[in-house]
């Protein structure tokens, strides 16, 4: 269970929860409810932000991503934050269409990506968090994790490679990290692509008809989808256990991949806006400065 | 105040205090009592680990620097922990000297130093932890702190740059980090040098006095002497609140640089032999291997 010992954020608390009037409300779950988080009754295919027109919900997420660039700049000037935003969900939940849909527009100068792969002999010799906090942004930054340091709470638990009380012991690390992430100064956004079984199916079978979607295909996501059950169950271990206060989960219902680039843009913009960013006041002497 | 839940380590818990039986009980700091800490009571100037000669204390320190050697030898080999040992101390207390006096007897290959500074800009931009992870030891490796992430709950305290309660979210903090790092393999040994305000003004006076010792004075010095009252403060508040069961704080009387040694040597000793250290099985076929 997180700690629910109240964490003394450096921002608006409101960022984390900058829709939570609107749709958002019952998609992002609540913390320290200690209840298990049911995916069966949060619906891959439901479209809470959607218009019901799939033109409209397209052109929104264009007008989004240019908007984010915008808003990007002006957090990079300020200087005050930093965002991370991590994406995980099963093969073919749509992390990489998501970094494509949602963050296109921004500049690479102040949006990084790192997509995690199996940890290298190096990384395996020190504690599973080491090579995650290297990556973590620094004043003005946003970094957007493809996969993340939650790996380590799904594949060594479904494949039972570790157990319960190691487990409760990572979710404790983590909460504790995420918890010095955020009070000093790091907004923290964790979207979970929900897909249905039925999707996983066709998405794996379009990766296989066509030659140019091989080079995506390996034959682990087989073996990983034998393990759906497990890995949905570890899922919602996860969900409820690791969604804090000052780091919330947002499970995004993402058979729609329009629908996934929708709400995740939304709530990145939402988030961004309540920060009441600002640029830094001028330099004494600048204004009315000529320059001769 | 340290979380006193119990935290599940991966090495023999009497590794952390391995002469606890003998004179080293006094001056490991019990973790969790709540009682603040009285440096008063602490003397700078006792030697509850000397033999009573300096010059057979002098040669058991040798001795034990050799065995160092040895045990970090098979330490490397063994590859299931890694080892942090943390030097914190005024200014002239004895971290350098503590460096070169107990490890100068090992290989570099598996005994790695960082003398910490003050942030660089870039360093500034991540939470304050961020650069003391990323030099963390891997498996089979020793690291030597020379200072620490301490400084960063003493210097901001001393110089009110930071709110009780910011002080406390970074107790915390670090109490959670080290939590993660030895629940994940790493034996953290914490060592306070504990010097006499007399015995600091003679080893400035030293410094001013010998053009040879120039290059390590510093004005800085002089300025921080001005607070030392406010120093042993915070030094009292940060040992009463970070010495917890996975990683307590052991009080060095150091006045004695021949004391300091011994005591510290002695404790690093004990610790490795605690681990019940032991050189990998044999690699299957390679017994009676005939190459050819």
Do not use: C
Request: proline share 7%; glycine share 6%.
């Amino acid at each position: 269970m997180p700690s629910q010992n109240d964490a003394s954020l450096p921002f608006p608390r409101a960022a984390l929860h900058a829709g939570k009037g609107g749709p958002w409300r019952d998609w992002q779950i609540e913390p320290g409810t200690d209840t298990r988080v049911s995916l069966k009754k949060l619906k891959p295919d439901a479209k809470p932000f959607s218009s019901g027109s799939k033109a409209t919900d397209q052109a929104a997420v264009q007008a989004l991503a240019e908007e984010l660039d915008g808003l990007q700049d002006l957090f990079y000037a300020d200087r005050r934050f930093k965002l991370l935003v991590v994406l995980q969900g099963t093969d073919t939940a749509g992390k990489d269409g998501t970094v494509r849909g949602v963050f296109s527009r921004t500049s690479p100068l102040g949006v990084h990506t790192v997509g995690w792969k199996a940890p290298t002999e190096v990384e395996r010799d020190h504690d599973y968090l080491w090579r995650i906090h290297q990556k973590m942004p620094g004043a003005g930054e946003t970094m957007v994790f493809n996969r993340s340091h939650y790996e380590d709470v799904l594949v060594p638990v479904v494949n039972g490679w570790i157990t319960p009380q190691q487990t409760a012991q990572r979710y404790a690390h983590i909460n504790d990290f995420e918890r010095l992430l955020a009070e000093t100064g790091t907004v923290i956004l964790k979207f979970m692509l929900h897909i249905s079984s039925d999707e996983q199916r066709q998405r794996l079978q379009e990766r296989v008809d066509d030659p140019t979607k091989h080079w995506k295909f390996s034959f682990g996501d087989i073996e990983a989808r034998k393990q759906w059950v497990d890995y949905q169950r570890a899922y919602e271990a996860l969900l409820s256990t690791t969604s804090t206060p000052w780091a919330p989960w947002n499970v995004v219902p993402a058979d729609s991949k329009t629908h996934r680039n929708l709400m995740i843009a939304t709530i990145v913009r939402d988030t961004l806006k309540a920060l009441n960013l600002r640029y830094p006041p001028d330099q004494p002497g600048l204004a009315g400065l000529r320059i001769e």
